[in-house]
Structures are given as C-alpha cells and as structure tokens.
C-alpha cells in the first residue's frame, strides 16, 4: 500500500496523532488488565516477570514526561507483587498519582470495581501459564 492511501486509510491518526490523553486511555485498561490477571499465589518467576514488565514499560513508554515520571513512582512505591489483589491496588494507586497530578478526583481503588470496570469477560486471565 502506497503511503498515500495508507495516510487515506488512518486520516483520524493523521490528523490527530497520539497524544498523551489517547495514550493514557489506551494504555491504563491495559496495565489493569494485566494485575487483573496476574496469579493469586504468584511464583518467584511470576513476579519476576511482572517486575520486568512494569519496569520496561515505564523506560519505553512513549510520552517522556509521563515515563519519566512513572520511574521515579516505581522507585519511591516499588511493585507489590505478593499476591494478585496487592498488585491490583498497587497499579490503581500508581494511576492515582497521576490523577491527582492532573488535578483530578481520586479513584476509590477496590479490587471489585477494578474487575469490572478494567476486567471486561477475562477477569481471571490463565496467561501467566503461557510458556
Ligand atoms: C503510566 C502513565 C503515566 C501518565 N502520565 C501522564 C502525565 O504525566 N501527564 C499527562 O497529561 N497524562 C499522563 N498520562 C495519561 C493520563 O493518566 C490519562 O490517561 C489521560 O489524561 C486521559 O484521562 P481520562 O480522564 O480519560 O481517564 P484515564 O485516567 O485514562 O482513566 C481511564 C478510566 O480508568 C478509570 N480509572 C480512573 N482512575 C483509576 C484508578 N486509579 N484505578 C483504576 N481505574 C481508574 C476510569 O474509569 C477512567 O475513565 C499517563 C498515563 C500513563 C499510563
């Protein structure tokens, strides 16, 4: 495909490219969804990885304010990766920081109302057993 019907085909992103608003809704359904599907009784290898994903995530995220700051979270207030609920708060408190950043009213972060607002019909995500 020509890149002139390729820019014909995506005119919204041409017109309107990702900016950090986008990004951050895209991007938080994702980071929820994955502590929604992270194992009750992690092993060392699940928190392991888990660990590895947030802090890459937060080195290549592409918006350098948000990323940068997002490190400087992870350090003050690392990961709790014990279990699936501590991470599951952990992740809505991470995303309070930056709410309130923003100005904005703070998220009454509880497991449940995660689970249905980010949880959609892969509430408990067997993933974490994918080789
Ligand atoms: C790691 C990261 C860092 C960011 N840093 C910045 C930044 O520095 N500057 C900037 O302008 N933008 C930043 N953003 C984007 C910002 O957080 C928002 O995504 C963006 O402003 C759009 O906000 P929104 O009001 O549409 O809802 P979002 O904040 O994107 O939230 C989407 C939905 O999640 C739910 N929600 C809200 N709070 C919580 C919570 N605590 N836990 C669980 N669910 C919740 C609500 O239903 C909400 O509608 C960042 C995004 C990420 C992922």
Not at 15 to 21: F, G, S
Not at 56 to 64: D, L, Q, R, V
Not at 107 to 126: A, P, Q, T, W, Y
Request: charged share 25%; hydrophobic share 30%.
């Amino acid at each position: 495909m020509s890149s002139g019907s390729l820019a014909s085909k995506y005119q919204e992103f041409v017109e309107r490219p990702l900016n950090a608003i986008h990004l951050g809704r895209s991007a938080w359904p994702l980071l929820h969804r994955f502590t929604l599907g992270y194992p009750e009784n992690p092993t060392d290898q699940n928190k392991q990885k888990a660990l590895q994903f947030i802090q890459s995530f937060s080195k290549i995220y592409p918006c350098k304010v948000c990323a940068s700051d997002f490190q400087i979270k992870i350090k003050d207030h690392p990961p709790k990766l014990d279990s699936r609920n501590d991470l599951v708060i952990w992740m809505c408190e991470q995303h309070n920081f930056v709410n309130q950043k923003l100005g904005k009213e703070p998220f009454r972060c509880n497991v449940r109302r995660i689970e249905l607002i980010h949880g959609g019909s892969h509430r408990k995500s067997d993933s974490w057993n994918i080789q």
